[in-house]
């Protein structure tokens, strides 16, 4: 009899490790894709790198830009599961000051959060430092977007390091904020590409190509910045990548040194004392040397010249970060404020030359992230999503309701064998220590445990960024 006892105390064991197990079994991940991560780093230290002291400057480069006087990351990718987002993002800030004594740059940031806390890992000269604790801040999971908006970021150990021991551990740094969009498997499609939609070389006649161009860095901070206190806008085609805009459906004829093409869309910047449209914007190069040009005001013009020469690469002709300067003629367009011959941001021309080459992506900003309501915790707003979308296993409800039977069954057996073993103990007098088999009690601290191990943080990338600055 006893043997039968602990045959069906054995099995429930087994069926209660098995339901923790089914219990423990992850939910499908998300994946994430397309996002933005905003963080200033430290409003001083931006002050300290410009002013008096340091005589330095500021450079971003891989698509980071500057919004607000902060730094905007891109292009995110990751996974959010079990209420825990880890992603990352692409793009470079580069600090230089004292004569080249300070030269940092930080590059592809990526956070670890989970609730209202969390982690910003940023690449800090090639190596992947762990920055900053965040927290204070609900990650919103709904709409189809992950996100967290302004958590305070202290500064940690490894952190204080990257600063040269000029902050300690615990120093308040800018608050970070970041979004990733829920990215959406792509339907299963069996038609073939529409020629509009493709690319299509006849001759030197090409469509589908794009140019990519950011105005000028200075003037987007202007734009953006407390004296015009503005934004801009896209349309009608133009894509925004943050740092740089995006001028699609390009068509004309292309080849190597001679190409004219003209793309459609508008870039739109207003503010205080600031309106200006760029509207479809005309390539034309002569033996490499070249003009874009654009609807300004109802009028047609050249903006910057350049000197490019497009090389095929994996079926695209393609040039990439071509320097241009300011022509006389767009003078007016900037308000006098930069002179003909003043550098502005470079040029990518990419002309596709067969149906299935691809242009290079544009930084993704995902989509605006959703306002964090601070009365809806984070958790309240994952069920709604779970509900709606269907993205949890339901063995997360299934499997604790089973677990909980056989842990209250278990206990019951276990009990009555107590029971037993001390009534044998009382009549035999033979010592034995009793089983440390769990209580009801004592279940919620497993399966707690049990939960924590699902939590599992993705493993930290070796590769360090390509540190490609301009310098
Ligand atoms: C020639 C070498 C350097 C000199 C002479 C120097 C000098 C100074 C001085 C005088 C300050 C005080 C600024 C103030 O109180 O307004 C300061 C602040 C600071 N320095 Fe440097 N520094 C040097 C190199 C570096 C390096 C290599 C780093 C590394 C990142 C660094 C990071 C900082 C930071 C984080 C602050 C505090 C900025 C703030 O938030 O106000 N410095 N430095």
């Given at each position: 009899?006893?043997?039968?006892?602990?045959?069906?105390?054995?099995?429930?064991?087994?069926?209660?490790?098995?339901?923790?197990?089914?219990?423990?079994?992850?939910?499908?991940?998300d994946?994430?894709?397309?996002?933005r991560?905003?963080?200033?780093?430290?409003?001083?230290?931006?002050?300290?790198i410009?002013?008096?002291?340091?005589?330095?400057e500021?450079?971003?480069?891989?698509?980071a830009?500057?919004?607000?006087?902060?730094?905007?990351?891109?292009?995110?990718?990751?996974?959010?599961?079990?209420?825990?987002?880890?992603?990352?993002?692409q793009?470079?800030?580069?600090?230089?000051?004292h004569?080249?004594?300070?030269?940092?740059?930080?590059?592809?940031?990526?956070?670890?959060?989970?609730?209202?806390?969390?982690?910003?890992?940023?690449?800090?000269?090639?190596?992947?430092?762990?920055?900053?604790?965040?927290?204070?801040?609900?990650?919103?999971?709904?709409?189809?977007?992950?996100?967290?908006s302004?958590?305070?970021?202290?500064?940690?150990?490894?952190?204080?390091?990257?600063?040269?021991?000029?902050y300690?551990?615990?120093?308040?740094?800018?608050?970070?904020?970041?979004?990733?969009?829920?990215?959406?498997?792509?339907?299963?499609?069996?038609?073939?590409?529409?020629?509009?939609?493709?690319?299509?070389?006849?001759?030197?006649?090409?469509?589908?190509?794009?140019?990519?161009?950011?105005?000028?860095?200075?003037w987007?901070?202007?734009v953006?910045?407390?004296?015009?206190?503005?934004?801009?806008?896209?349309?009608?085609?133009?894509?925004?990548?943050?740092?740089?805009?995006?001028?699609?459906?390009?068509?004309?004829?292309?080849?190597?040194?001679?190409?004219q093409?003209?793309?459609?869309?508008?870039?739109?910047?207003?503010?205080?004392?600031?309106?200006?449209?760029?509207?479809?914007?005309?390539?034309?190069?002569?033996?490499?040397?070249?003009?874009?040009?654009?609807?300004v005001?109802?009028?047609?013009?050249?903006?910057?010249?350049?000197?490019?020469?497009l090389?095929?690469?994996?079926?695209?002709?393609?040039a990439?970060?071509?320097?241009?300067?300011?022509?006389?003629?767009?003078?007016?367009?900037?308000?006098?404020?930069?002179?003909?011959?003043?550098?502005?941001?470079?040029?990518?021309?990419?002309?596709?030359?067969?149906?299935?080459?691809?242009?290079?992506?544009?930084?993704d900003?995902?989509?605006?992230?959703?306002?964090?309501?601070?009365?809806?915790?984070?958790?309240?707003?994952?069920?709604?999503?779970?509900s709606?979308?269907?993205?949890?296993?339901?063995?997360?409800?299934?499997?604790?309701?089973?677990?909980?039977?056989?842990?209250?069954?278990?206990?019951?057996?276990?009990?009555?064998?107590?029971?037993?073993?001390?009534?044998?103990?009382?009549?035999?007098?033979?010592?034995?220590?009793?089983?440390?088999?769990g209580t009801?009690?004592?279940?919620?601290?497993?399966?707690?445990?049990?939960?924590?191990?699902?939590?599992?943080?993705?493993e930290?990338?070796?590769?360090?960024?390509?540190?490609?600055?301009?310098?």
């Open positions: 009899m006893p043997q039968a006892l602990a045959r069906t105390a054995g099995a429930l064991t087994a069926l209660m490790v098995a339901s923790l197990l089914l219990w423990a079994a992850p939910a499908s991940a994946e994430l894709s397309g996002g991560l905003d963080w200033g780093v430290k409003e001083s230290f931006r002050s300290y410009t002013g008096p002291i340091a005589q330095g500021v450079q971003t480069g891989d698509g830009s500057t919004v607000d006087g902060e730094y905007r990351f891109h292009s995110a990718s990751g996974t959010y599961e079990d209420g825990t987002a880890v992603v990352d993002y793009g470079w800030v580069y600090f230089w000051g004569d080249g004594e300070l030269d940092l740059t930080f590059a592809n940031p990526s956070v670890e959060y989970s609730g209202s806390s969390g982690t910003l890992y940023v690449y800090v000269n090639g190596s992947r430092t762990d920055m900053a604790t965040l927290s204070g801040a609900s990650l919103d999971a709904s709409g189809g977007t992950v996100s967290v302004g958590a305070a970021a202290t500064l940690t150990t490894n952190g204080a390091e990257a600063f040269a021991g000029y300690e551990p615990g120093q308040e740094l800018d608050p970070v904020s970041f979004s990733a969009d829920v990215a959406v498997e792509p339907e299963e499609t069996t038609e073939e590409p529409t020629e509009t939609a493709s690319a299509e070389a006849a001759g030197d006649a090409v469509t589908g190509a794009v140019v990519d161009w950011g105005v000028r860095t200075s987007r901070d202007y953006s910045g407390d004296i015009a206190d503005g934004s801009w806008t896209v349309a009608d085609g133009a894509a925004d990548g943050g740092a740089i805009f995006r001028f699609a459906e390009g068509a004309g004829t292309a080849t190597a040194a001679d190409y093409l003209a793309f459609q869309g508008t870039v739109a910047f207003t503010g205080t004392n600031v309106d200006l449209a760029i509207t479809d914007p005309v390539v034309t190069a002569a033996d490499g040397q070249g003009v874009l040009s654009a609807e005001a109802g009028t047609r013009v050249d903006l910057v010249s350049f000197e490019a020469t090389v095929e690469t994996d079926g695209v002709l393609l990439a970060d071509v320097p241009t300067v300011l022509t006389e003629a767009a003078v007016p367009v900037f308000g006098g404020y930069y002179q003909a011959g003043d550098p502005m941001d470079p040029l990518l021309i990419a002309v596709p030359l067969t149906a299935d080459a691809a242009v290079p992506a544009l930084p900003l995902g989509s605006d992230p959703v306002e964090t309501s601070e009365s809806e915790p984070a958790e309240v707003v994952d069920a709604d999503r779970a709606s979308e269907g993205g949890l296993n339901p063995l997360v409800w299934i499997a604790p309701a089973a677990a909980l039977l056989v842990l209250g069954a278990a206990a019951a057996v276990v009990a009555v064998v107590q029971r037993r073993k001390h009534r044998q103990r009382e009549t035999e007098a033979t010592p034995e220590t009793a089983p440390s088999a009801p009690e004592d279940t919620p601290a497993e399966t707690g445990a049990a939960d924590e191990t699902v939590a599992d943080p993705a930290p990338s070796p590769e360090g960024p390509e540190n490609d600055k301009e310098r």
